[in-house]
């Protein structure tokens, strides 16, 4: 009985040990082995095996990449304002035994440091430029937190600020200040659709004013080619009535026929002269009135002869 029960003894020290011994490490993750106290590797992932009573296992970090929430705080901006600020911290150990024998609590310690580094990086800027220069205060943050928590083997990779909450009475500011610059960005808007609108109408004013003018202008070369087209044509007739009067007078008697023409026309004129006068009038020269009667009276008579011929 003694025999059975140190058996079982046995056999359930073995497996301890052995579950003791071997030590399986999870993916991204790594295990600080220590011996005596000091340390002596660090477990990757896989199957290990740890001496017991001799090594130990004394940390165990993840590889993986952390999420670390900052808390709010109250920073200072340059120009004096009090705006509360919170943000997320990403990092990953990327040195296990320095993240292990470094520092403390390296999660805590690198939160405090993204802080203090935001109240700096704020506190070089106007309240009007952290909200705009958010990336650019993003990128100091990192710089200065990795550089600072190198040698604690730890990696910051980003760091993201959440939001800025300026006070109550600076929110109040911000927005009458947004509702001035509204009413101001309206009021230019404004003048501007009636500055073009005054430009577009002096524009259709003078486009109408150009082609009125040209109009005109058409207008009156149409009239002067139409005047200059009837002044030609008037002068090709009164040339042809020349050309076809010298040509009757190259015919017989064709000079009598002008002078007892000319002698009627001038009678005529003559009676519609005295007819509308109320004063006579008599031609100065009387001897070229008889000469033309002469005349007239000559080639009525050489008429009449040629006649009886």
């Given amino acids: 009985m003694f025999s059975i029960i140190v058996t079982y ?75 509360t600020v919170d943000g997320i911290l990403y990092l990953k150990v990327v040195d296990p035994a320095k993240a292990s024998y470094g520092i403390e609590n390296y999660r805590y310690a690198t939160a405090q440091l993204a802080k203090t580094t935001m109240r700096s990086a704020i506190g070089k800027l106007e309240l009007d430029r952290t909200f705009s220069e958010r990336e650019e205060v993003n990128d100091n943050i990192v710089k200065a937190v990795d550089e600072a928590s190198d040698p604690w083997g730890i990696k910051v990779t980003r760091y993201e600020i959440k939001d800025i909450t300026p006070t109550d009475t600076i929110e109040q500011a911000m927005e009458q200040q947004m509702r001035a610059e509204r009413e101001k960005r309206a009021e230019v808007l404004s003048s501007e659709g009636d500055k073009e609108s005054k430009i577009n109408t002096s524009k259709g004013e003078r486009e109408e004013a150009i082609n009125i003018s040209k109009g005109e202008r058409m207008r009156r070369i149409n009239v002067a080619e139409g005047e200059a087209k009837a002044i030609e044509i008037l002068a090709q007739a009164t040339a042809e009535g020349l050309r076809e009067v010298a040509s009757a007078l190259q015919e017989p008697k064709g000079k009598t026929a002008m002078s007892i023409r000319l002698a009627e026309q001038y009678i005529v004129r003559m009676g519609e002269i005295l007819k ?8 100065h020269d009387i001897a070229n009135l008889k000469g033309l009667f002469q005349t007239l009276l000559s080639g009525i008579s050489s008429q009449h002869e040629g006649g009886v011929e």
């Fill in 9 to 83: 003894a046995v056999a359930l020290f073995v497996i301890v040990m052995f579950f003791k011994l071997v030590r399986i490490v999870p993916e991204q993750e790594s295990f600080i082995v220590e011996q005596f106290g000091k340390y002596r590797k660090t477990l990757g992932s896989g199957l290990h095996l740890v001496i017991p009573f001799v090594q130990r296992i004394a940390y165990k970090h993840t590889l993986k990449e952390e999420v670390i929430d900052v808390d709010p705080q109250v920073c200072i901006t340059k120009d004096n304002v009090q705006v």
């Fill in 276 to 283: 509308n006068s109320e004063v006579s009038v008599l031609p």
